[in-house]
């Protein structure tokens, strides 16, 4: 890549930058107007979207994040975004990629959350431009996000020489050593409870199992402790709305949990406690199941194609070796989950 080459590439990104930028603070025009549209769109509470916006859309990355974004990013003649619903900080990211890629960027917003393309569209007029459909020709790239169904919907329609980078179902994983002291793991608890209720843990990068190193008495401590956590931060940050199918798949799932272990309140999600290494994945909506792990790594591995993000407290060597066996999934602190450096796609493991 030529210096020309990148400058040219950097220079359509910082208008993108900026825009997001002006929609953090709540005291402007347009950081009033965003909450009030996203909670509209997003189904989040008032209080998750102002979370969301101040934690997780990525305003001042790093000049060797940008770098890297750009430098990862193959050119296009014109780039097409298809962005999904459930985080809607994610349509920043994905744009931003778009505009590494080509200066010419299509961008389709979800039907169900169309409002973040639109905000960040009016704060960067021309940048790139909003389409009702994806119409890409020979030698065009598409990043696709959203369900596998979706993606393969997609991928069969595409025309030849087209470059498809898909981004499909994901979660996140947290392995926690029992041993630390009490209070560091109740500090990891608290900001655990917070990558959970972010989005109301509906990205792929949301934690969805908790593995504690440790036996059955330290799991059901520890995940007697989250929903602890999880219920004091729901008085802060309340849970948003729910769709019905939601709300069915997590009757469903408690219903399973309670023969499985335990089950804890958490405001109005709940943490369940497995007996054994017996792999349970809950529905989102603030929801997690804790078990018991005397080896990660091996708990892990046969779910690797699946997990996005793994956080990781305790012994280093043990941080190294998960890293080693996940090597597409962000590596996070407890409490980062759900900021990974603004360096290109979020969710690595393309389709």
Do not use: K
Not at 295 to 313: E, K, M, N, Q
């Amino acid at each position: 890549m030529s210096p020309n080459d990148y400058e040219a590439r950097r220079a359509r990104l910082e208008p993108l930058l900026q825009s997001a930028r002006t929609l953090v603070d709540p005291a402007t025009e347009r950081g009033r107007q965003a909450r009030e549209r996203l909670v509209r769109s997003s189904g989040l509470s008032i209080q998750g979207v102002e979370l969301a916006l101040s934690r997780c859309l990525e305003t001042e990355p790093s000049e060797r994040e940008v770098e890297a974004l750009i430098r990862g990013t193959a050119t296009a003649q014109v780039a097409h975004v298809l962005l999904s619903a459930n985080v809607f900080v994610a349509a920043h990211r994905a744009i931003a990629i778009g505009l590494a890629a080509s200066d010419t960027v299509c961008v389709r917003p979800s039907r169900r959350e169309p409002e973040m393309a639109e905000l960040l569209l009016s704060g960067a007029p021309n940048a790139f431009q909003l389409v009702s459909e994806l119409a890409p020709h020979s030698g065009d790239r598409v990043w696709a996000y959203g369900s596998d169904e979706t993606l393969d919907e997609i991928a069969v329609t595409l025309p030849p020489g087209v470059a498809f980078h898909g981004h499909g179902t994901g979660f996140g994983v947290a392995v926690l050593d029992g041993q630390l002291g009490q209070s560091s793991i109740e500090e990891a608890l608290a900001l655990l409870a917070e990558d959970v209720a972010l989005f109301d843990q509906r990205g792929c990068l949301s934690p969805r199992v908790l593995l504690v190193m440790g036996g059955p008495p330290a799991a059901r401590e520890i995940a007697e402790a989250l929903a602890h956590a999880l219920g004091e931060l729901e008085e802060r940050i309340p849970r948003g709305e729910l769709e019905p199918a939601e709300a069915a798949q997590i009757s469903r799932f408690r219903d399973t949990a309670h023969y499985a272990g335990e089950v804890f309140s958490a405001g109005l999600g709940f943490v369940s406690a497995g007996n054994d290494e017996r792999w349970l994945l809950p529905p989102t909506g603030r929801n997690v199941h804790v078990l018991p792990s005397a080896d990660p790594v091996r708990t892990l591995t046969p779910f690797g194609p699946l997990i996005t993000s793994c956080a990781f407290a305790g012994d280093p060597a043990l941080g190294s070796a998960l890293r080693r066996a996940l090597p597409r999934a962000r590596s996070a602190d407890f409490g980062a989950m759900q900021r990974p450096p603004f360096d290109g796609p979020v969710d690595r493991r393309e389709a």
